[in-house]
């Protein structure tokens, strides 16, 4: 069936680049030159190009990079008058004022960069970047100027994002719905909890940027109904060797530390690097339920504390080989390792209905977590014109294993012959998980004619997961052993194609993705439930200049999110027989249709950006908690007749004034929810609001300063109530050696107002529910780089390869 469908997808493919061939022409304005440096006249790659309105030179129109020859190209601006300024660190910029009519060409020449009297221009540069940058399908963060850039995690960099909400559990949300995680533009390697351990434990001094694009275009991916969090990891790369080391620690135990490594010779450029990270935490719990089937009514009451410890690495390493002047190949390589020791003491009281103990007992919990990732890929480009005309090949292999043991002994404090359900003297639980997947992407971009552009592609993925748990309940010497398990079988085959033009002040985009899904989900007595489905998703893109520094952008996607193994996984994978965990096998995927409206001022002072949204789910799930008369939670799936979604968020983000700028963002969502396909009591809606400020700047030439802050208030949610959250984080960066080393200090959750409350109820129970988790705590870190640092060739142009929709839409 693989090979099958893999022959009519590129058959079809094949079609299209066929239809594609004839004609190449270029867009309709360009602006192209070379960067020099002025006492060598080598070329200077990587440098940075900016293009401006020459009436109002605070804003920008367009951004380039140079290629390794220090040609640049930029298609696609309107027609105005520009200043076009380039940028190389340790060199005094070089400006030019060009005029572009409709269908212009216009050869700036070489842009000669002299060596700067004072090597302090990257120092500049770095200290006066927006924090926040809006690209007409996505803001950019910058994180090198946050508080836990330095010694943080991910899952702190992406709580520091405006736009997106993260529990306490590093659950990520972007409107109210779970966005995909990329890394470098691709899907992460891995999914659920194993994700999120991943965010946990991934040091933020890797990251870049975070791109958030809430609808994405039919050239991405289909999965997730939140959209999409990119997260960009810095690849450091010179001509010749360069690199970067890092070092840091907290008060809470935690330990980091890792370093890249370049190097370009000719044709070959090599990267790579290593980290390793300790990690420490401990949290405490309070759950109290009151159990509404029994009469009388009688209570369970949970107090646990748990202790955490983690030990982390990842080595990678890239090498790219440039073939001629316009292909290259790469091969890349990345192993890693994320393990954790967690010790935890949880003690269980049930109650009569006078609130009095019936039966009390303390279960302790020694779990040992160890999982593993490696994966590979291969790669092909060729981009006679990389602005233009690309045809790029990848091929992605990735293996992750997961092995987990958990040990649990019972001590009964209070016994009650009459307990309906008491848990074994020791329960052992040995997991193993073994998940693979195999991709194949063809992406092909030409222009036709003078203002359009096509992209078309195909994917092709196969995903398996295999799972083998071995349950022991011993008591008095007797062993009940449980075998369970499931093998997960996912085959995806899509291929999608846009088209992009410019009408004068309009840009429109148009895509189309089709999908043919096959998936298999197999228990170990050979039951198996199968769901093979095809798929349509358009997405468009519209964007009009209204004025200079005014924009505004309509978009459309439609977007699948799939259920993961353990919400389908029927057989309970709980130790804790009071708090049962059940999937569900018949759950369907989730649809959403996503529209949203961008408008955008830019003036003098900054950009304030308004962006309202709607959004529609049929299928979409729902958590259900019931409990029986035994007092035993149940939680599982079930999908709801539909859900909408709908509200708005504003954010201003401010230029550096003084050395001085930053962000302010508030946001509000109306969230109402369909389920009378279950039942009445799990429909309902809810309203949530948000705000959140950021503020950094310089305090001197060298030592800056930065301090975030957000506020989620107590919000209605169906079958319950969230508690208010609040989370702030202050910084300081002291910068040495011209700007290539720095020493970071960092206080997060300094007044230790970080919490976590929860209610649910129905027919069945009424539970509150409280969680302490201390984020606070202070890091110093330090870190040092030698050499000049652009990204490297290849990630630059897929970059460049994304801008390209972005320009002709601007």
Not at 298 to 305: E, K, N, P, V, Y
Not at 353 to 359: C, F, G, L, M, Y
């Amino acid at each position: 069936m693989l090979k099958t469908h893999l022959v009519r997808s590129y058959l079809f493919a094949g079609a299209l680049l066929l239809l594609a061939a004839p004609g190449y022409a270029q867009d309709a304005t360009l602006i192209r030159g070379t960067v020099r440096a002025a006492d060598t006249q080598q070329p200077l790659p990587a440098a940075d190009i900016v293009v401006r309105s020459a009436a109002d030179t605070s804003r920008v129109v367009a951004t380039a990079r140079t290629l390794p020859n220090g040609l640049f190209r930029i298609t696609g601006t309107p027609p105005g008058t520009y200043v076009v300024q380039a940028l190389f660190i340790g060199y005094s910029p070089v400006s030019e004022r060009v005029t572009l009519a409709a269908n212009d060409t216009v050869d700036v020449g070489s842009l000669e960069l002299s060596v700067a009297a004072i090597a302090l221009e990257g120092v500049t540069v770095q200290t006066e970047r927006a924090p926040a940058t809006f690209a007409p399908d996505r803001t950019i963060y910058s994180t090198q100027d946050m508080p836990v850039a330095s010694g943080g995690v991910a899952t702190e960099v992406l709580r520091s994002i405006p736009e997106l909400e993260v529990d306490i559990d590093g659950a990520v949300q972007l409107r109210g719905s779970s966005p995909e995680i990329y890394l470098n533009g691709r899907p992460a390697p891995m999914q659920g909890e194993a994700l999120t351990v991943f965010l946990q434990q991934f040091p933020a001094d890797r990251i870049e940027r975070v791109e958030v694009i809430p609808n994405p275009s039919a050239r991405s991916n289909a999965e997730g109904a939140g959209g999409i969090v990119n997260i960009v990891l810095k690849d450091d790369v010179d001509l010749g060797l360069s690199g970067s080391v890092f070092a840091n620690a907290g008060t809470r135990g935690d330990v980091g530390a890792g370093g890249r490594l370049a190097m370009q010779r000719g044709p070959l450029t090599l990267f790579g690097g290593a980290f390793a990270r300790y990690s420490n935490s401990e949290d405490t719990s309070f759950d109290l339920r009151k159990n509404l089937v029994t009469v009388p009514e009688t209570f369970l009451r949970q107090d646990s504390r748990n202790e955490r410890e983690g030990l982390s690495g990842s080595i990678d390493l890239t090498a790219e080989y440039e073939l001629t002047g316009s292909s290259m190949f790469w091969v890349e390589g990345r192993l890693s390792r994320f393990g954790f020791d967690r010790d935890a003491v949880t003690t269980t009281t049930q109650l009569d209905a006078d609130s009095i103990p019936t039966q009390r007992y303390t279960r302790t919990s020694v779990r040992d977590s160890r999982r593993g990732n490696v994966s590979g890929t291969l790669g092909y480009r060729w981009a006679p014109d990389p602005r233009n005309h690309e045809l790029s090949i990848e091929l992605e292999l990735d293996r992750d294993g997961n092995d987990e043991d958990d040990d649990v002994q019972t001590l009964l404090e209070l016994a009650d012959p009459g307990a309906p359900i008491t848990p074994a003297d020791v329960t052992l639980l040995t997991l193993e998980e073994a998940e693979r997947e195999l991709s194949l992407r063809v992406d092909y971009t030409r222009p036709l004619g003078e203002e359009t552009q096509l992209e078309i592609g195909v994917r092709s993925e196969l995903e398996t997961l295999d799972e083998d748990r071995l349950l022991e309940l011993i008591d008095d010497g007797t062993a009940n052993v449980i075998e369970a398990g499931f093998e997960h079988r996912e085959l995806f085959n899509s291929i999608y194609g846009t088209l992009t033009r410019r009408f004068g002040r309009f840009g429109a985009q148009l895509g189309l993705r089709a999908e043919r899904a096959d998936t298999r989900f197999t228990l170990p007595d050979g039951e198996s439930f199968e769901n093979d489905y095809g798929s349509l998703f358009p997405s468009a893109n519209i964007s009009y200049e209204l004025s200079e520094g005014t924009q505004a952008r309509l978009s459309y996607t439609r977007r699948i999110r799939r259920p993961r193994s353990s919400f389908l996984n029927p057989i309970d994978d709980s130790t804790d027989p009071l708090n049962r965990t059940i999937g569900n096998p018949y759950l369907e995927p989730q649809y959403t249709n996503s529209f949203s409206l961008d408008l955008s001022r830019t003036a003098r002072w900054g950009t304030l950006r308004l962006s309202p949204y709607y959004r529609s789910t049929d299928n979409d799930w729902a958590q259900i908690k019931t409990v029986d008369e035994d007092g035993v939670s149940t939680v599982t799936w079930e999908n709801v007749a539909s859900q909408q979604s709908y509200g708005a968020s504003l954010t201003a983000s401010l230029r550096p004034i003084s050395g001085w700028g930053g962000f302010a963002s508030i946001s509000m969502n109306r969230e109402e929810r369909d389920a009378s396909n279950l039942a009445e009591t799990y429909s309902g809606s809810s309203t949530r609001w948000s705000a959140r400020a950021n503020i950094n700047g310089a305090l001197t030439r060298t030592l800056s300063a930065q301090m975030m802050v957000s506020y989620t208030p107590a919000r209605d949610v169906p079958q319950g109530r969230i508690g208010s959250r609040t989370m702030m984080h202050v910084g300081l960066r002291q910068r040495f050696l011209d700007g290539k080393g720095s020493i970071n200090i960092s206080v997060m959750d300094p007044f230790n107002l970080w919490s976590s409350e929860f209610e649910t109820r129905d027919p069945t129970h009424v539970q509150i529910g409280r969680s302490e988790f201390s984020m606070r705590r202070a890091t110093i870190g330090i870190s040092w780089a030698f050499g000049r640092q652009p990204d490297s060739d290849r990630n630059r142009q897929m970059q460049e390869e994304e801008d390209v929709p972005e320009q002709i839409l601007r």
